[in-house]
């Protein structure tokens, strides 16, 4: 990948992991929940592309999404509460990103496999699957024996176990 789109490619990571950061910030979560909805909006859409496409998943090869992704979610886990409107960045950013991933997600459906149709699919599912899911519903549900449920507004449900 040229030098260029791979920084276009960090930082629409980068964007959407902030959404998710900022999703997370507006239902108070802690640290997990911010990391976690950081990363499945950094990363989501192009994780799905790319099983779609039937090629390694991007982040499998280059771990540094992954931590790119849990950065961006630790500084904003300390400074969303000084973003004075964090709906207003979060829309923002959101919509940053999926101008961003539809090119870029189309650009490697193209690559992949010479067909405009598939290219349009490739560039939609990047750009809608990773910033949709912690979007603006997600909730969380505490029980006194340490579960934790997180519910994205997708209608996946995430149980997480903790230490009381």
Known sequence: MNSYLLAFDYIGVVLFAATGA????????????????????????GTVRDVVLGVEVFWVGQPTYLVACSFTALVLFFTAHLIEYRYRALQWLDAAAVALFAVLGAQKGLILTGSPSVA???????ATLGGIQPSNRCTRI????G?????PDTGDVVVVMTNG
């Open 22 to 45: 900022l999703s997370a910030s507006r239902r108070a979560l802690d640290i997990l929940g911010f990391v976690f909805f950081a990363i499945l909006t950094g990363i989501g859409g």
């Open 147 to 151: 579960i934790r449920v997180v519910h």
């Open 142 to 145: 505490w029980f006194s024996w």
């Open 120 to 126: 349009i699919l490739m560039g939609t599912m990047t």
